[in-house]
């Protein structure tokens, strides 16, 4: 088994009482939904803030068997993506693929697949913050108790400040949720476009924080609920444009500038959905942009 | 084709031969070598080894040479390496009453048993250019001089030592039971003082003396007096088990630093002056004065003395102290976060529009 | 008791481990993730060619895949052998009672310990609780208890049979504190089935 992946090193490289703790964090994080577990965080060969957490957790949870996807920005050919699938090749000799359809794990920071994730499937996030309290109240030890007496009035009155400045909720990334009715956790700085998709989820989604040492999880087919009011129900900001490559309408876009006189070009952030698409349409049995 | 504005493979390939390039420089000029950089550049393979946490003279050297001289760089690349190493347990605390002295000083007493030992230092250097230096292959020290920097003083008693057997300063802290282990576990709040000694130990060098500095500027302040700076060899004694008693499984040099400050007692203790200790790997007096001062300083609580200050604040100064966290962190920035800017746009956009209706109707 | 009763009497036959330690750990844990993200649902455990027969099979590879010196570990006093098994292979410490321990394990036909010493965290650290890894005689799903919460789409059924008596009424009354609670993972042959503490469970 050991074979399979860099010589001198561990499979999937993390020695084996490292994994078992981690492994053990992620337990507890999934059997307490947003709940975010301590655990003792490695030095990585990635610097800190580049996705340590998440490839901590894919380390630990990674086998032979698996086909690992890693995304950035919803991309698979982004320079930090393919440095981590790279990592993984070498280090745990398993099988890539840039399908979301094909993946047992998807690695990912700033997006959910657009896809619609299976049961089955494992969605990794990289955090940089996993405090959603952290910029309301910078202490740990202050926010630890807000998380166990439910006092979340503070982020209440942070999401109203906006309605009354701006008329609205104006957080657009990084959006606050709701777990399972007890947890306020944050999603990591994904779209608020993509916050619904978290929401009774059939794949798995685990959480890592590899600087700020926390784990923590949504079980498949878990409420999750993003934060609003009654009066300013939570909304998403759709492009009101098409892909530029594909056509699609219905997914989150990267506006891409084009010229310096005010030229724009929206396509896909999602660039498997983006080729599917396009695929689609190519041997015409897609809807034609 | 618009996806080309996305790296990829080629892109990372290219920068890691640019990269290698780059480090190895001028081709004409002869490779620089790892002995040459742990000989010559003795003091940033110590920067390297003590902010790393490891000691080893010939990976530090390695690092800073494969860093490019990026010490932040080169300690992060030591910590990459230390974390895939097996932990063996814990050694003893370091006897350093017995260690073999190359410098000394104490700014407490004029003169104590043993004497102060100047040692090498830049202390006394008047911070002239020696241009003699650009010369190469010039001898630039006297034999007098190279005799005595090999020469190594016999082991004498610390200053607190001294202090303590009259009661005037308070005892070294508990060093019994196993130490927290602060690269294996999650840090909590308030943290022992082992766990925030190895924190320091490890924290950035500069961070660490703008803090130290704070604390001789009113913010959070404790009268030091620096007791004593020794600077030399240790013995590293591990407790085997198998054996039942502790092995010397060899030699580290290190630079520790005692802190005399204020004296603390009323009521049913009697007065005696405070602690602030300071360890780093090889010969780092600035590292070990710094964190010598801040240890003081985030024992405010433990003396009830008024915590205000920055250096005082325990979560604030050991969540930040660390530069291989901070720098990955802040150049995380440079990595694509267009989805969250495109978001913040579209909020934006709307607003705006909504702005400008308002004005319209108006 | 005291700990040198549960470290290997002498003389004893210690079993073999995994072949493989590094991939049937990590079938392990997967196994386990999986039955504790969809509560109900029955897991397959890697095959463990000789486990020590006071434990479960599936509770052996349980043990030989999590636990390691960072984990005590509760096993009923008369389970010495099994207890100098696990610890030989994995280096967990073996706990003196029910409360100081991350891991219990019951074996089948071995008295339930006290649970009420169970740990359940605190309001604020409540992931520091523990697993109670339970041998019964039947594990069965699509009928017998209803069950719903995080990782149910809609509902599940899931029969247990051999069960240590009332456990799983006071197992409730246990977890009705969220987020205090504890995992509870049921064993039968090589096959697990776990109930997190989110998860409801009626009739």
């Given amino acids: 088994m050991n074979d399979a992946g860099e010589p001198g090193y561990n499979f999937a490289y993390l020695d084996e009482s490292t994994k078992r703790m981690i492994r053990r964090a992620i337990l507890k994080a999934i059997a307490i939904p947003g709940y975010q577990v301590p655990f003792g965080s490695r030095e990585m060969p990635l610097a800190y803030g580049w996705g340590t957490g998440g490839i901590q957790i894919t380390a630990a949870v990674i086998g032979a068997d698996d086909v690992l996807k890693v995304i950035d920005q919803g991309a698979d050919d982004t320079t930090n993506a393919v440095s981590i699938r790279r990592f993984f090749a070498r280090v745990a000799g398993v099988e890539t693929t840039e399908r979301t359809a094909e993946a047992s794990i998807i690695q990912t920071r700033h997006r959910i697949p657009e896809r619609r994730l299976s049961d089955g499937q494992i969605l990794v996030y990289q955090v940089p913050i996993p405090e959603p309290l952290r910029f309301i109240e910078p202490r740990e030890t202050e926010t630890r108790k807000m998380h166990a007496l439910v006092e979340y009035g503070a982020m209440h009155v942070k999401l109203y400040e906006d309605v009354a400045a701006h008329g609205r909720i104006t957080t657009s990334y990084n959006y606050p949720v709701l777990v399972n009715g007890r947890y306020v956790m944050s999603p990591s700085p994904i779209p608020k476009f993509d916050n619904p998709k978290m929401d009774m989820m059939p794949a798995l989604q685990l959480f890592g924080a590899g600087r700020e040492k926390r784990i923590y999880a949504i079980p498949p087919y878990t409420p999750v609920k993003s934060l609003d009011f009654e009066d300013h129900p939570f909304s998403v900001e759709r492009s009101d444009r098409p892909c530029a490559l594909c056509g699609a309408t219905d997914t989150f876009l990267d506006e891409i500038v084009a010229d310096d006189r005010g030229g724009r070009i929206f396509v896909c952030s999602d660039s498997d959905r983006c080729g599917e698409q396009r695929d689609q349409v190519a041997s015409g049995d897609g809807a034609a942009p | ?362 | 008791m005291t700990m040198d009763q549960l470290v290997a009497p002498a003389g004893l036959d210690m079993r073999p481990g995994f072949d493989e330690p590094v991939a049937a750990s990590q079938r392990v844990f997967r196994a386990l993730m999986d039955a504790l993200s969809r509560p109900g649902r029955i897991v397959d455990l890697p095959a463990l060619a000789q486990a020590p027969h006071e434990l479960e099979p599936a509770a052996a590879a349980i043990g030989l895949g999590i636990l390691d010196g960072d984990t005590s570990l509760w096993l009923p006093r008369d389970c010495a052998a099994a207890a100098a098994w696990l610890r030989f292979h994995t280096g967990c410490r073996i706990a003196r009672s029910v409360a100081d321990a991350d891991f219990v394990f019951v074996p089948r036909g071995a008295a339930a310990p006290d649970l009420s010493q169970l740990r359940l965290g605190s309001d604020e650290a409540p992931h520091a609780s523990a697993m109670l890894v339970v041998a019964v005689t039947g594990l069965e799903a699509g009928s017998g208890a209803r069950l719903t919460g995080p990782g149910i789409d809609g509902e599940a059924r899931l029969s247990v049979t051999g069960a240590p008596d009332e456990l799983l009424v006071r197992r409730n009354d246990m977890v009705a504190a969220f987020p205090r609670g504890f995992e509870l993972v049921l064993c039968c042959a090589d096959r697990i089935a776990a109930l997190p503490r989110t998860t409801r469970l009626e009739g």
């Fill in chain 2, 1 to 362: 084709m618009y996806v080309a504005v996305k790296g990829g493979e080629k892109a990372i390939d290219a920068a890691l031969d640019l990269l290698a390039r780059r480090r190895r420089g001028d081709d004409a000029v002869p490779e620089l070598s790892v002995d040459q950089i742990d000989a010559q550049l003795s003091l940033a393979v110590d920067r390297v080894m003590t902010e790393g946490s490891l000691y080893d003279r010939q990976l530090g050297a390695l690092a800073v040479k494969q860093a490019r001289g990026d010490l932040v760089e080169a300690a992060f690349l030591l910590r990459a390496y230390r974390t895939t190493l097996p932990r063996f347990g814990f050694s003893e605390p370091l006897d350093t009453a017995r260690m073999a002295l190359a410098r000394r000083i104490s700014a407490a007493f004029k003169d104590l048993p043993g004497g102060q030992i100047l040692g090498p230092t830049f202390d006394y250097t008047h911070r002239l250019l020696d241009f003699a230096l650009l010369a190469e292959g010039r001898p630039s020290v006297t034999d007098v001089v190279r005799h005595a920097a090999g020469e190594v003083q016999p082991a004498m008693p610390r200053v607190t030592d001294l202090l303590a057997d009259e009661g005037l300063i308070e005892r070294d802290g508990d060093m019994t039971g196993a130490p927290a282990d602060i690269t294996r576990d999650p840090p909590h709040h308030p943290a022992p003082r082992d766990a925030r000694l190895q924190a320091l130990s490890r924290g950035d060098e500069g961070f660490l003396l703008a803090l130290a500095y704070s604390t001789q500027r009113g913010y959070g302040g404790n009268h030091p007096f620096a007791g004593e700076i020794r600077y030399g060899e240790v013995a590293v004694h591990l407790h085997v088990e198998e054996l039942g008693f502790a092995v010397d499984i060899g030699d580290i040099e290190a630079t520790e630093c005692q802190m005399i400050n204020q004296f603390k007692g009323g009521g049913d203790v009697p007065p005696q002056f405070t602690r602030g200790y300071g360890l780093a790997f090889g010969h780092a007096e600035r590292k070990a004065m710094s964190m010598a001062l801040v240890d003081r300083a985030l024992r405010a609580g433990e003396f009830g003395e008024e915590a205000a200050s920055p250096a005082q604040d325990e979560e604030f100064v050991l969540s930040h102290c660390d530069n291989v966290d901070a720098s990955g962190f802040v150049q995380h920035l440079k990595l694509p976060h267009y989805v969250d800017f495109q978001a913040e746009l579209l909020a934006v956009r709307a607003l705006r529009a909504a702005f400008q209706d308002k004005e319209a109707a108006q």
